[in-house]
């Protein structure tokens, strides 16, 4: 089980200064890839980003971090030598810019591969696949099964976690900005749609679903699929750079899918472990990352 970082520990490990000799001696890539993981043995853990959005992240009133994003990257590290994960929680927005400032190992948080983010960083081979949802107040009162619809209303709001995909579907759907309503969390978008803030509250299918059961409010329903919209898959994010550790957590990643303990993980969590095999990193990249 992981545990929630509070304070990040500094530590330099003789890799990081390997590293940067053979950097600058002209570096070989294979050294500063090489220190990567030696590295994060040595540190006896992977700083990851979540973001607190059950079941892809969770964090138990306990402080202990679980969720299929973390248990799937804890369980490839583990068999890499990794010791253990340690979480901070982020928004979606942060958790980009924090790997390209080393203030994380990794991201993973269910952080959906698209084109634009494979610029930024590396992403692992796809791990959860989900398709987008509305909740909205019993009976779908304004009707809204799209963005574009919430859009063409005169005064919906939808609230989004910032940063998230949600926010740029609804954006790029026409949505005016000051109708499109950042959330801080989960909790507080379903706090939202409860007092009549916002008119919709969009996140993945899973994630809906895990907050409607548990706020178990009558007064509440969830739409989906949200109409043309794609059903998405996440990855493991790994700055640029750490071609050889992202390579390594594959191949561990791709023997778990094959013996069946992939689907293990996922599958209590709600995901289809299949769904992740019928795409592929390059595809939903559109490239090589
Ligand atoms: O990666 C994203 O942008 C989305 N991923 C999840 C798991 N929830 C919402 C967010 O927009």
Known sequence: MTRLMTTFRSIL????????????????SDVRAEGDLERLKEQGFARIAIANEPPWTEVKSDGKVTGAAPEVA?????????????????????MIPGIQAKRFDMVAAGLFIKPE???????SEPDLCDAESFAVKKGNPLGVKSFEAIAASESAKVGVVGGGTEE?????AGVPRERVVVVPDPQSGLKMLQDGRI????????SISDLLKKANDPGLEM??????????????AFPKGAGALRDSYDKVLAEMK??????????????????ASLTSREKLCGGPN
């Open 223 to 236: 739409f989906a699929p949200v109409e043309n919209t794609p059903i998405f898959c996440a990855g493991v």
């Open 168 to 172: 740029k579907l609804a954006l790029g």
């Open 258 to 275: 094959s013996s069946g303990e992939f689907a293990k993980i996922v599958e209590p969590f709600g995901y289809s472990a299949e769904a």
């Open 117 to 123: 983010r494979c610029n930024a960083v590396l992403f």
């Open 199 to 206: 008119d919709v509250y969009a996140l993945p299918v899973l």
């Open 13 to 28: 490990p003789t890799a990081a200064v390997a590293a940067v000799l053979v950097t600058s001696l002209g570096g070989v």
């Open 74 to 94: 804890r369980a490839v590290l583990k068999r890499l030598g990794v010791g253990d994960v340690v979480a901070s929680i982020s928004e979606y927005g942060a």
